[in-house]
Nanobody, 126 residues
Framework: QVQLRESGGGLLQAGGSLRLSCVASGRTFSNYRMGWFRQALGKEREFVAGISWSGSSTVVADSVKGRFTISRDNAKNTVYLQMNSLKPEDTAVYYC???????????????????WGQGTQVTVSS
């Protein structure tokens, strides 16, 4: 089992940038595919970005493509979500997720991940 802890959320104005971090502990981090999801108030949790265990494959949702980037540092057991040009509609709780599969295929649904963090709030004002 792996434990996930997100950090880096906050309140900022539209057009700004944030970098979210998710630190994993408990198991070999490099064996896990990682993903970022978000859930706005009253809406379903949605996929934002995912990365394979090696980092060779990444997937980014169309809604954030060109603005958000996912990366990982296996030596630090950490996955990052760099968010640029933030918009008010990016306001949500952002969750880190993990799946223990050595595959270059990146899941894009919540069912593809077994472990979840507690989330970090991102609020973007207009």
């Amino acid at each position: 089992q792996v434990q996930l802890r997100e950090s880096g959320g906050g309140l900022l104005q539209a057009g700004g940038s944030l970098r979210l971090s998710c630190v994993a502990s408990g198991r070999t981090f490099s064996n896990y595919r990682m993903g970022w999801f978000r859930q706005a108030l009253g809406k379903e949790r949605e996929f934002v970005a995912g990365i394979s265990w090696s980092g060779s494959s990444t997937v980014v949702a169309d809604s954030v493509k060109g603005r958000f980037t996912i990366s990982r540092d296996n030596a630090k057991n950490t996955v990052y979500l760099q968010m640029n040009s933030l918009k008010p509609e990016d306001t949500a709780v952002y969750y880190c997720a993990a799946d223990r599969t050595l595959s270059t295929i990146v899941p894009v649904t919540t069912k593809g991940y077994d472990y979840w963090g507690q989330g970090t709030q991102v609020t973007v004002s207009s």
